[in-house]
Structures are given as C-alpha cells and as structure tokens.
C-alpha cells in the first residue's frame, strides 16, 4: 500500500510541475513580440516554412 500511495503522490507532483511550466511559457511567450505561436489550437496565419537544401547557385 506504501508503494501505491508514492507512486499516485509522485504522479500528482509531476503533474503539476508540467502544468507549472506549460502556464509558463505561456506567460513568456505572452511577453515576446516576434514569437511564433506552437501549440494545438489552429493560428491565424499559418507560417510559412521555407526549406533550401543549398545545392546551386541562387542570385
């Protein structure tokens, strides 16, 4: 009973310190102008991703 009981208090702390960190960088990413917003909620403009493998020349 011992073990279960540290295993849900572990799992409980953990949890909280991810919600911790995710609120988090919420908060910064609030604070930062240029940033580029990640997460699972569609944006409102959909960054444009760019890939250049550097073979050629481009002028």
């Known amino acids: 009973m011992k073990n279960a009981k540290r295993k849900i208090i572990g799992g409980a702390v953990i949890s909280v310190c991810a919600l911790c960190a995710a609120a988090a960088g919420s908060k910064i990413d609030n604070k930062i102008e240029d ?25």
């Open 35 to 59: 940033s580029v917003t990640v997460s699972a909620l569609p944006a409102e403009e959909t960054p444009v991703i760019v890939l250049d493998a550097g073979h050629g020349a481009s002028t």
